[in-house]
Structures are given as structure tokens and as C-alpha cells.
């Protein structure tokens, strides 16, 4: 799928002097405060948030990791 | 015929809609607030044009999830009118009510001027009155516009017919250069598998009258409301 955002990135990039960069491509980063669900629920639980909300999966991929405080 | 116009948080074209419906056309219009969970007695809903929940996370993610949006996708399941212009067709396609996803204009920039559609089909409620091949002349005002869906629904969708309107030059043909924002196969609006929910980037409700120097989008409307006496004599 075309990221116009992420060819003008590159592009700055390379005029940068940055010629080793071959593609950038834009995302978004959430932090996703759980409160302390088990970790196979929370999986769970945060797969649907992304499926239902978070992502749209005709132009998104998704993926998560957990991180504890 | 009695238009109904959803006012989610950030819409800001639903005057526009009601101006064309009351004053310009005569009917009844009136404004359902998204928190709404019915949409007693209406013939037609319309999702106008705005930033609907301030259009975060992704244009549309969020007005999906607003309470009327079940009473409108119940309508639609039923066979109402569904009508998304701009904003309201970004909802649409986040609801999975129309097919594909409007994302970010191929060259970044709001784009906000008159171009041309060219009517993909004339028997669809919406367009009725309007042969096929016209070239219409709407204008645009979005920055996220690029229509985009993956191979699979798209050779689905033409071979559906759900493609409703495609940008074109001023003689109707479908050229790169009229395309304003990288849409697949210059898609301006699309509809679902039996017609009756149709969303659109340009906007038929700001040319709807001489006065504004263009009323090609009138011609929508007039569609709209043959459609409703159309059904309403085939019920008698």
C-alpha cells in the first residue's frame, strides 16, 4: 500500500545525505495502560481493542508486545 | 420526503445538507444528534461532511462507534437511504458499511477545489435522474480522500458495479491527471452490494443551486427524492 508520508521522509532523508536508506514507512505508537489483567486475558483482550478499534486492518497491520512497569 | 442529518461531534456541513433539503428543495430536514439511537420517520439519513470526533486516531474510527450508528446500520440492512458525503463516506467505510478506506491524499495536502466526477452508473436511488457518462462538476475539501481497497475487494466491487462516481476531466474522461488524490482507478464514491448505502468525497450539498455559480449537485438530490416517490407509490 502506497505511504505517500513515508516517501516524503525518505526523500528528505537521501537529500540529507542519508543515501543507504532504501524506504521509511509511517506508523502509529499507543501506549495501552492495563491494569493488571493476566497476560493470556490481556492478549486477548488487546487483540480485540486492535481488531474493533485501535487498527483498521484493510490499511493497517498491528502488532503488540508487553512491557511490565 | 424527510431528510434525516446526523450531527456527530466536529461535523460542520449537516447546514449545508439541511439548507439544500428545506429551503432549496421544499422538504422536511431535521438534525439527528449521534447520541441518538433511533431515527423515527425518516426517508433518507445523510452523514454530511466535517471531522467528526475530531476525525482522531483515523478519520471516521471513532463517529463509528456513536450510539446512532446501529439504528443506521440497522436502516441500511433494511434497505433505507444511507448517504455519506466526505466525512460521512470515511464513516461509512470505517463502519464496514461500504467497502475499502479512505487514507491520506497521495501528495499530502488538503485539497479544496471544484474538479469533475463522471455518474459510473444512472440506476442507483442516488442518481436516477443523471445518465451514465455524465460529467458532473463537485467540488472537494479533504485531506484524506484516497480511496483504497486491497485487489481482492476491488475486482469485487467493479464487478459488482458498486462504483458509483470516478474523477474525470471536463469531458468525462478518466484520466491520472484528474485523479486529485491517488484513489484506485480514480474511485470518487462507491455504494454497497444493493445501492442503497452510498458514500462520496466531493460534495453534491455546496452546488446545489445557480446562485453559487454551479448546481450540478442538485442533481443528486432530485435523484434521492424520485427514489422516495418512486417507493412510496409502488407501497400504495
Request: charged content about 20%; overall charge neutral.
Amino acid at each position: 500500500m502506497l505511504d505517500p508520508q513515508g516517501k516524503a521522509i525518505c526523500t528528505s532523508l537521501h537529500q540529507l545525505g542519508y543515501r543507504e536508506v532504501t524506504g521509511v514507512r509511517i506508523g502509529k505508537f499507543m501506549e495501552v495502560n492495563l491494569g493488571g489483567l493476566p497476560r493470556e486475558e490481556a492478549e486477548k483482550r488487546l487483540g480485540d481493542m486492535c481488531q474493533t478499534l485501535l487498527a483498521n486492518t484493510v490499511i493497517e497491520d498491528y502488532r503488540f508486545e508487553f512491557l511490565d512497569e | 420526503m424527510k431528510f434525516g442529518i446526523v450531527v456527530f461531534p466536529g461535523s460542520n456541513c449537516e447546514h449545508d445538507v439541511y439548507h439544500v433539503v428545506k429551503h432549496l428543495m421544499g422538504h422536511e430536514a431535521t438534525f439527528l444528534w449521534h447520541k441518538n439511537e433511533t431515527l423515527p420517520g425518516i426517508d433518507c439519513v445523510v452523514l454530511p461532511g466535517g471531522f467528526a470526533h475530531g476525525d482522531y486516531l483515523r478519520t471516521g474510527a471513532m463517529a463509528r462507534f456513536s450510539p446512532i450508528m446501529n439504528a443506521v446500520r440497522q436502516y441500511a440492512d433494511r434497505g433505507g437511504m444511507v448517504f455519506g458525503i466526505c466525512n460521512g463516506f470515511q464513516i461509512l467505510a470505517e463502519a464496514g458499511l461500504l467497502p475499502g478506506a479512505l487514507v491520506r491524499n497521495a501528495n499530502l495536502q488538503y485539497i479544496c477545489r471544484d474538479l469533475y466526477v463522471r455518474v459510473e452508473r444512472q440506476d442507483t436511488p442516488y442518481t436516477n435522474r443523471i445518465k451514465t457518462g455524465t460529467a458532473l462538476k463537485i467540488p472537494v475539501g479533504h485531506g484524506e480522500g484516497c480511496y483504497y481497497a486491497p485487489d481482492a475487494v476491488l475486482q469485487e466491487l467493479v464487478k459488482k458495479r458498486q462504483v458509483v462516481f470516478r474523477y474525470c476531466d471536463p469531458k468525462g474522461e478518466i484520466t491520472a491527471e484528474a485523479n486529485p488524490n491517488g484513489s484506485l482507478h480514480n474511485i470518487a464514491g462507491v455504494c454497497n452490494e444493493k445501492g442503497n448505502v452510498l458514500g462520496m468525497m466531493p460534495h453534491p450539498d455546496r452546488c446545489a443551486e445557480e446562485i453559487l455559480g454551479n448546481a450540478d449537485g442538485m442533481r443528486l438530490f432530485t435523484s434521492i427524492l424520485h427514489t422516495w416517490q418512486q417507493t412510496r407509490r409502488n407501497r400504495i
